[in-house]
């Protein structure tokens, strides 16, 4: 493999004192970064063609050439390979766009990688009537348990399947449709678009004491439900 300019300084270290450096480029960029890497005794001779090069390197001490791949025409590779060949002393390097960008930084070859979000798996509900359903109304107004149940019960559930009781408490916040196992989430989701929205979450504390694997929901209705009462006018 051909060696790659890293632009150090003193740039072409391996190359013995050069008096001169021929570059093949029309790269004005990388040219403007030749005379500001060389040292300034040191000839910069330009050339855009081989036939270009090859009498100045019979002619003159040029001991480090440089070939921008950009620039050249046909084989590169056997293109450096005549020049070693004819000229066994000279440092050959070999550049192209990406060696003017990485010499100025404004590209980086390696950079960090950026870590990417990883999508959260999507949660289809379904309506599945073979739960049973236990409402629990835990606000302080009466007869939300029995609506909902009846809107239950309208989706398709059996209505011997469907349990309407008070909770112990009447200031849940929010209402909230539990299941028991992961397999159950689906059906907790689409319970909760049954009656009218309503989070879900996973919890086994409403599981039936003697049936503790039952396949049951639980709907906990909140203060959400409530309508809250218009402000009476001031006089």
């Known amino acids: 493999m051909l060696p790659q300019s890293q632009f150090d300084s003193p740039m072409f270290a391996s190359a ?3 008096i ?4 093949l480029t029309q790269d004005r960029a990388l040219i403007g970064l030749l005379r500001s890497t060389i040292d300034p005794t040191t000839d910069l001779i330009l050339v855009s063609s081989e036939g270009e090069l090859a009498p100045h390197l019979n002619s003159r ?6 070939l921008d791949s950009m620039f050249i025409e046909g084989d590169l590779g056997a293109m450096a390979e005549r020049l070693r060949e004819t000229w066994s002393d000279l440092v050959l390097v070999v550049v192209g766009i990406f060696g003017t960008l990485i010499a100025s930084g404004r590209i980086v070859l390696f950079p960090e990688p950026t870590p990417s979000a990883t999508p959260l798996p999507s949660l289809t509900p379904i309506i599945d009537v073979t739960y049973s359903v236990l409402v629990l109304n835990a606000t302080p107004e ?7 149940k009846d809107t239950i019960i309208a989706a398709g559930w059996d209505p011997d399947a469907v349990l309407a009781s008070e909770a112990g408490s009447d200031d849940f916040p929010v209402t909230t449709v539990y299941y028991a196992f992961p397999e159950d989430e689906a059906a907790a989701a689409g319970l909760a678009e049954v009656i009218g929205g309503a989070e879900i979450a996973q919890s086994d504390v409403y599981q039936p004491v003697d049936n503790p694997e039952a396949k049951q929901l639980t709907v906990v ?3 959400d439900r409530i309508a809250v009462p218009s402000p009476s006018p001031t006089e």
């Open 16 to 18: 013995p004192a050069p």
């Open 221 to 223: 209705l909140g203060l």
């Open 20 to 23: 001169a450096i021929a570059a």
């Open 61 to 66: 001490r040029v001991s480090a050439c440089l």
């Open 142 to 148: 009466s007869g939300l348990a029995s609506q909902t």
